[in-house]
């Protein structure tokens, strides 16, 4: 069994979750290859049993590169095991509910492109200040209070990435 790991992401948080997925999936299919789409390279979908896409939540959207792959590769991946994971802060922040965040991000997507995903995964990203530019640090400037509310300082990073969460739905894939 061969399957295909792909992801889009802004800052590699979205990346390290996919090397994580590839890494238990080895443990039961014969191959799996990881892809970052903003390499631009595809190889051909043609040999690949499992197709699971993940995409950073960037702006509130999927990745540019994530959302061009499922939109030109859905007539092949609508035909094949497909599976759906994004990495969000929404969660963690709770700015929007759980099931709010599960149809915005992961079932209108698949819906969008015409997808039945097998699985949808729905994870915590990393929160790094240092890293986000202008537009995005004046816009999370203007939520400061809530971070605040949360006991969070904008001053340091925070990894809220549930591992055996997300190892457990690499394990459900199988």
């Not at 209108?108 to 890293?131: C, N, Q, W, Y």
Request: hydrophobic share 40%; glycine share 10%; charged share 30%.
């Amino acid at each position: 069994m061969r399957a295909l790991v792909a992801f889009g992401t802004k800052y590699g948080t979205t990346g390290q979750v996919a090397d994580e997925i590839a890494a238990v999936l080895r443990q039961g299919m014969t191959e799996v290859d990881v892809l970052d789409l903003r390499n631009g390279k595809c190889p051909d979908l043609g040999g690949y049993d499992l197709f699971v896409v993940g995409s950073a939540i960037h702006m509130g959207a999927w990745t540019k590169e994530a959302d061009t792959f499922l939109k030109e590769r859905s007539p092949e991946l609508a035909k094949k095991r497909t599976s759906l994971f994004v990495c969000c802060g929404d969660v963690v922040l709770q700015r929007s509910p759980i099931d709010e965040c599960r149809k915005k991000y992961l079932e209108d997507v698949a819906a969008k492109h015409s997808l039945a995903p097998e699985r949808t995964g729905l994870f915590g990203g990393v929160l790094d200040f240092s890293k986000y530019g202008f537009l995005v640090k004046a816009l999370l400037n203007g939520a400061k209070k809530d971070f605040e509310r949360k006991g969070l300082d904008m001053s340091k990073p925070y990894d809220f990435r549930d591992w055996d969460q997300i190892r457990a739905w690499a394990r459900s894939l199988m």
